[in-house]
């Protein structure tokens, strides 16, 4: 009997008993809760923390607005997107496990090439603002210790890449997990973390505030010079659009659902308690922490509590812990794509090639796992990439805004609209179609003006700093 002929047999026993769903692969068994976890972990992760400082820069009516739009617009293109897992029905149609199957087979090949260039390289680069804020947050667990050990008064300066090189070790034994269906576990804890964080950013600024030592606020921000409000003002546009990135990662989650009930109506669940929950927070962090520091606002909020609010620094500890546990799982469910194209295309281009294709099964005292040195060692090269890049380039604020600028318009929102565009065969000039293509060109204008100031942003940085040399 032919090898074709015996996995056939073999897998249609498996669906006989329940063992597969109907590609022919394990039964997923995702619920709307374990996706809105993927979500709220991808979502509420280092964009938060410059939330604050980014409705400093905007002001209150600009701020709302914006932080609200582009929460608001994410989201309605994510629940474009959970029909179009599926082709061409979005319920009984075949499976797209990627965000890239679905432009191929909606969109054609073009499209498919250069939306696949896009989505690789803002994934990749969402990992060097993963490292950038892990450091960020473990220097003010060091600085507290410091200055509760030597007074406030003492200088308490550290180097950030000692803590860059330890979370990229981490993230080198993590990346080993095979794929999204082994992180679960870690989108859970990482999602719980980042309402404890959250909660205590908020909760510190309303105690500020409530105390009578709010900051001074004003409708239109900080006042500066025309040329350079024009500048934060773009920088902190990006900022907020980078906090609403979950989309990149939209199908690797629905790939995890049960096929029943269909998994485009539970990822829609998923995507609109996980949006309302991160739009709720977002809104929280940076209305209430502009109105405790004003125009005073630190790029990362939970910064500007230690010098007065020394009784807190237990509280600001266990916040910063909080975000470095959260963006640890946060780095591996961003990353799991990247490392998936590769791998696929590694295995396609060498299939007879044990290096790419084989698990060797290893045995560490009670944990059995499976090894591929493919995997162990581009996985691990990639780590060190990433890491190295952060330490040559930590710029907080500037970096999240290029960041934003790069991915926002055209793969949160643009690429999502065509698809719907594609699936439902939307004629133009009917209304629909133009709604959605007003929508499209309101976020491309916040992409261009995010761009634009993060380039100025990091402009001035790089002409001030010298590489690997970096002391706060």
């Known amino acids: 009997m032919a090898l074709s002929e015996v996995e056939a047999k073999f897998r249609h026993g498996l669906s006989e008993s329940g063992e ?10 995702g619920t709307v809760w374990t996706a809105c976890a993927h979500i709220i ?13 980014a409705m400093a820069q905007l002001g209150w009516l600009a701020g709302i607005f914006i932080l609200l739009f582009c929460t608001f617009a994410a989201g309605y293109a994510s629940t ?19 965000y890239m199957e679905a432009v191929k087979v909606y969109l054609g090949g073009t499209m498919h090439k250069i939306c696949g260039w896009m989505l690789y390289i803002n994934l990749a680069t969402i990992g060097v603002g993963f490292t950038i804020t892990t450091a960020k947050s473990l220097l003010a667990i060091q600085k507290s210790n410091c200055h509760r050990k030597y007074g406030e008064d003492s200088t308490c300066m550290f180097s950030s890449i000692p803590h860059m090189v330890g979370f990229g070790i981490v993230e080198i034994f993590l990346s080993q997990l095979q794929n999204f269906h082994k992180l679960t576990w870690l989108s859970k804890l990482a999602a719980t973390m980042s309402f404890v964080y959250a909660t205590i950013g908020i909760g510190l600024s309303l105690a500020k505030i409530i105390s009578g030592h709010g900051g001074t606020t004003s409708l239109a921000g900080v006042e500066q010079s025309s040329s350079e409000k024009i500048w934060m003002t773009f920088i902190a546009a990006g900022d907020i659009a980078f906090a609403c990135s979950y989309a990149l990662v939209l199908f690797d989650i629905q790939d995890t659902l049960k096929s029943s009930p269909p998994e485009n109506k ?14 709720l927070l977002f809104t929280m962090c940076g209305s209430f922490g502009y109105a405790a520091f004003g125009n005073k606002t630190p790029e990362n909020l939970l910064a500007g509590f230690g010098d007065e609010m020394p009784w807190a620094f237990w509280l600001l500890d266990l916040a910063n812990f909080c975000i470095v546990v959260h963006i640890v799982g946060a780095f591996q469910v961003l990353c799991q794509p990247v490392f998936r194209i590769v791998e696929l295309l590694a295995r396609s281009r060498w299939p007879k090639s044990n290096f790419f294709t084989k698990e060797n099964p290893v045995k560490l005292g009670n944990m059995k796992f499976n090894l591929n040195i493919f995997r162990l060692t581009w996985r691990t090269f990639y780590v060190v990439v990433v890491t190295v890049i952060a330490m040559a380039m930590p710029f907080f604020t500037n970096m999240l805004a290029l960041l934003g600028a790069i991915g926002y318009w055209p793969l949160i929102v643009y690429v999502p609209i065509e698809l719907h565009i594609a699936q439902n065969k939307i004629q133009k000039p009917t209304l629909r179609w133009f709604g959605l293509q ?12 995010a761009a634009s100031g993060s380039i100025y942003g990091l402009r001035k940085g790089l002409s001030a700093y010298k590489l690997f040399q970096v002391k706060e």
């Open 438 to 449: 007003l929508l499209s060109f309101l976020c491309l204008l916040i992409s261009l003006a």
């Open 41 to 53: 972990t991808a979502s509420i992760g280092a964009g938060v923390l410059s939330l604050a400082w």
């Open 266 to 279: 539970v990822m829609k669940r998923a995507v609109v308690i996980g949006g309302l929950t991160m739009a």
């Open 20 to 29: 597969v769903d109907d590609d022919g692969k394990l039964k997923r068994t």
């Open 80 to 98: 474009l997107l959970a029909d179009c897992y599926r082709f061409p029905d979005p319920v009984s149609g075949k499976r797209n496990y990627s």
